[in-house]
C-alpha cells in the first residue's frame, strides 16, 4: 500500500489565471483573469509567469511529444506542486509517487525509441478517491474501506492509463460520493478540502478535491462522477473546466455508485481540467462501451472542429423558476449570451417545461425506499459509522408511488425533450450564487437545496451538460464564476470551438 503522504506546512505560491481561451460548448464560455493575492488562500503568481504546473494537459502532451519535456520532469512538477498547496487544501489524500515517477521514466524511454502509448503518454493525472485504482487504496469516503486496495482500475482509469497518462494519486470525496452534507468535500476518513481561492470557502462537491488541486496546479486534469451537479459544481466554485456528459456516453464501471438500480440513470463520470481543450482531448478517450455497463451506447464522439457556431440555436434563463440565483449570476449569463449572440447565435430567452415538477418528483423518488439504497452501501463496505453529511432518513413509499413516481419523470423528462428540439444549446446558471463559506446554511434547508440546484435538473434528464469559469464574483471577492451550458444528447461537440474572450 502506498505510505501517507508528505505535506508541506509551509506552501509556495498558487495557480496563475491568466488569459483564457477556450473551446466553446457544453462547457462552453472562457475567461482571461488574474487575480491578486488573497489572505487565506493559495496565493496567485505574478501574470507575467507561466510555470509548467499552469499548462493545459493538451500543451504538456504535445511538448512530451515532441521531446521538449521529459515525462518525469512533467511528474516531478506536479508534485513539488502537491507538495506546495496541499497542506492547505487537504485535495489528494493518497498517493503512488514511486510508481508514478517509474512509470514516467519508461514512458520517456519508450518515447526515445519512437514508440507511444498515445495522446496522453507521460501527462500526469490524479482521479476521484470514488473510483478503483489498482494497487492504491481506494477509499470512497467511507470509513470501511480506509484500507482497501482493488486489484483492477476502473475502466475510465485504466482508458486514460493505457493513452500513457500517469495517476499520480486520488482525489477527496465526501462518502459514497454523497455524504457531504453542507459542508462540500468532507469525510470520516480524510477530512475536510479547501477552496484554493479562499481556505474559508468550500470547493463543492462531491468531486471538490478534484476541482481544488487541477485548479491548483496539482495536476493536470482529473476525473469525476456527477449524480446532481458532482463534476458541474466543483467546476464552478474552483475556476475551472467540467463536463458531464451524456447518460450513456462513459461508462461508470468501478465507481463506488456504480451502474445498475433504480437511480441508475442520474450517475455520470467525466472529466475536470483547467482548459475545455483538455475536455476535447479526453473525452473520445473516456467514451464508448466496456462491455460490463450495460447502459453505455456505441455513439461517435464527434469533431468539435467541424461544428459550425452561426446559427445555433440558444435558449437561456437566468432563474429555474424556483430559488433565483444572485444578481451578479443572473448579470453573468446574460454578459454571456450577449457574446454567442454576437456571434451569429439565434438566442431566446426560454426554459424546459416544469422544472420545479421535476425535481419535485427526483426528490420525493430519492427517498421512496427510505434510503435503504445507502444503508445497503454501508453494509457492503462493512462501514458501521456513517458520515454525518449521509442522509439516512426517509419515509418508505408503498410500491404503487414508487412506480407512479417514476412514470411523472419519465413523462416530464419526454415533454422537457421535446421542448430541446427546438434549440441547440441551453446556457444557464451554475450555482444560484458564488462559492459558498464552509459553514454555509442553505436557506430552505433541503428543499432549499433541490429547488435551488441548477445542475440536477440535467442528471434528471441525462442531457449533457458542461461548467466553465467565465468571471470573478465582487460580492464574495476573488472567487470563480461560471456558466452552465447544456446540448442536446450525444451533441456535446456541437459549439466545441476556441475564440479569445476579452478581459473582465
Request: with cysteine.
Given at each position: 500500500m502506498t505510505p501517507p503522504m508528505t505535506?508541506?506546512?509551509?506552501?509556495?505560491?498558487?495557480?496563475?489565471?491568466?488569459?483564457?481561451?477556450?473551446?466553446?460548448?457544453?462547457a462552453a464560455v472562457g475567461a482571461a483573469l488574474t487575480l491578486a493575492p488573497l489572505?487565506?488562500?493559495?496565493?496567485?503568481?505574478?501574470?507575467?509567469?507561466?510555470?509548467?504546473?499552469?499548462?493545459?494537459?493538451?500543451?504538456?502532451?504535445?511538448?512530451?511529444?515532441?521531446?521538449?519535456?521529459?515525462?518525469?520532469?512533467?511528474?516531478?512538477?506536479?508534485?513539488?506542486?502537491?507538495?506546495?498547496?496541499?497542506?492547505?487544501?487537504?485535495?489528494?489524500?493518497?498517493?503512488?509517487?514511486?510508481?508514478?515517477?517509474?512509470?514516467?521514466?519508461?514512458?520517456?524511454?519508450?518515447?526515445?525509441?519512437?514508440?507511444?502509448?498515445?495522446?496522453?503518454h507521460g501527462v500526469p493525472f490524479t482521479v476521484k478517491d470514488s473510483f478503483d485504482t489498482s494497487g492504491l487504496v481506494s477509499a470512497g469516503g467511507t470509513l470501511g474501506r480506509k484500507d482497501y486496495v482493488p486489484g483492477k482500475d476502473a475502466t475510465v482509469v485504466a482508458?486514460?492509463?493505457?493513452?500513457?497518462?500517469?495517476?499520480?494519486?486520488?482525489?477527496?470525496?465526501?462518502?459514497?460520493?454523497?455524504?457531504?452534507?453542507?459542508?462540500?468535500?468532507?469525510?470520516?476518513?480524510?477530512?475536510?478540502?479547501?477552496?484554493?481561492?479562499n481556505l474559508n470557502y468550500q470547493p463543492s462537491g462531491s468531486s471538490g478535491g478534484a476541482g481544488a488541486i487541477v485548479a491548483a496546479g496539482g495536476s493536470y486534469f482529473d476525473i469525476g462522477s456527477d449524480y446532481g451537479g458532482s463534476i458541474r459544481g466543483p467546476a464552478f466554485a474552483n475556476g475551472i473546466a467540467g463536463l458531464k456528459p451524456t447518460l450513456g456516453r462513459v461508462p461508470r464501471?468501478?465507481?463506488?455508485?456504480?451502474?445498475?438500480?433504480?437511480?441508475?440513470?442520474?450517475?455520470?463520470?467525466?472529466?475536470?481540467a483547467r482548459r475545455v481543450e483538455d475536455l476535447a482531448l479526453l473525452m473520445p478517450l473516456l467514451c464508448g462501451p466496456d462491455d460490463s455497463d450495460a447502459t453505455m451506447a456505441p455513439v461517435p464522439f464527434g469533431d468539435p472542429a467541424k461544428v459550425n457556431l452561426k446559427g445555433l440555436r440558444i435558449a437561456w434563463y437566468t432563474s429555474n423558476g424556483v430559488v433565483d440565483p444572485t444578481a451578479e449570476v443572473q448579470a453573468l449569463v446574460t454578459q454571456c449570451v450577449g457574446y454567442f449572440t454576437r456571434l451569429g447565435c439565434k438566442t431566446k430567452a426560454d426554459k424546459p417545461p416544469k422544472m420545479k415538477?421535476?425535481?419535485?418528483?427526483?426528490?420525493?423518488?430519492?427517498?421512496?425506499?427510505?434510503?435503504e439504497f445507502m444503508r445497503?452501501?454501508?453494509?457492503?463496505?462493512?462501514?458501521?459509522q456513517a458520515s454525518p453529511g449521509l442522509r439516512l432518513d426517509g419515509e418508505v413509499l408503498p410500491s404503487s408511488e414508487f412506480t407512479r413516481l417514476s412514470e411523472v419523470i419519465d413523462g416530464i423528462r419526454a415533454e422537457q425533450l421535446a421542448w430541446l428540439e427546438s434549440y441547440d444549446l441551453i446556457i444557464c446558471p451554475a450555482s444560484q450564487r458564488a462559492p459558498i463559506p464552509l459553514d454555509y446554511v442553505q436557506p430552505g434547508g433541503e428543499a432549499g437545496r433541490s429547488g435551488g440546484n441548477y445542475t440536477s435538473?440535467?442528471?434528471?434528464?441525462?442531457?449533457?451538460?458542461?461548467?466553465?469559469?467565465?468571471?470573478t464574483s465582487k460580492l464574495d471577492p476573488g472567487l470563480p464564476l461560471g456558466i452552465q451550458i447544456v446540448g442536446q444528447p450525444w451533441r456535446e461537440t456541437w459549439c466545441w470551438r476556441r475564440w479569445p474572450m476579452s478581459k473582465r
Open positions: 505535506r508541506a506546512t509551509d506552501p509556495r505560491t498558487g495557480p496563475t489565471l491568466n488569459r483564457r481561451r477556450f473551446l466553446e460548448g457544453t489572505a487565506g488562500r493559495v496565493e496567485a503568481v505574478p501574470s507575467a509567469a507561466t510555470p509548467l504546473w499552469a499548462l493545459s494537459a493538451t500543451e504538456v502532451a504535445k511538448m512530451i511529444a515532441s521531446g521538449k519535456l521529459t515525462s518525469v520532469d512533467a511528474v516531478k512538477t506536479c508534485l513539488a506542486r502537491i507538495d506546495a498547496v496541499n497542506g492547505k487544501l487537504n485535495a489528494v489524500v493518497a498517493e503512488c509517487r514511486e510508481r508514478a515517477l517509474a512509470e514516467a521514466a519508461a514512458a520517456d524511454t519508450m518515447l526515445a525509441s519512437g514508440k507511444s502509448l498515445g495522446p496522453l482508458r486514460v492509463r493505457a493513452a500513457g497518462a500517469i495517476l499520480l494519486g486520488k482525489t477527496n470525496t465526501p462518502e459514497f460520493t454523497l455524504g457531504g452534507g453542507g459542508k462540500g468535500t468532507i469525510n470520516l476518513v480524510y477530512g475536510l478540502t479547501r477552496n484554493p481561492y464501471t468501478g465507481h463506488i455508485v456504480g451502474y445498475g438500480g433504480p437511480f441508475d440513470s442520474y450517475q455520470e463520470t467525466g472529466p475536470l415538477e421535476l425535481a419535485a418528483a427526483r426528490q420525493a423518488f430519492n427517498g421512496a425506499d427510505g434510503r445497503r452501501m454501508l453494509k457492503k463496505h462493512g462501514t458501521t435538473q440535467y442528471n434528471t434528464t441525462g442531457w449533457p451538460a458542461g461548467v466553465v469559469r467565465a468571471g
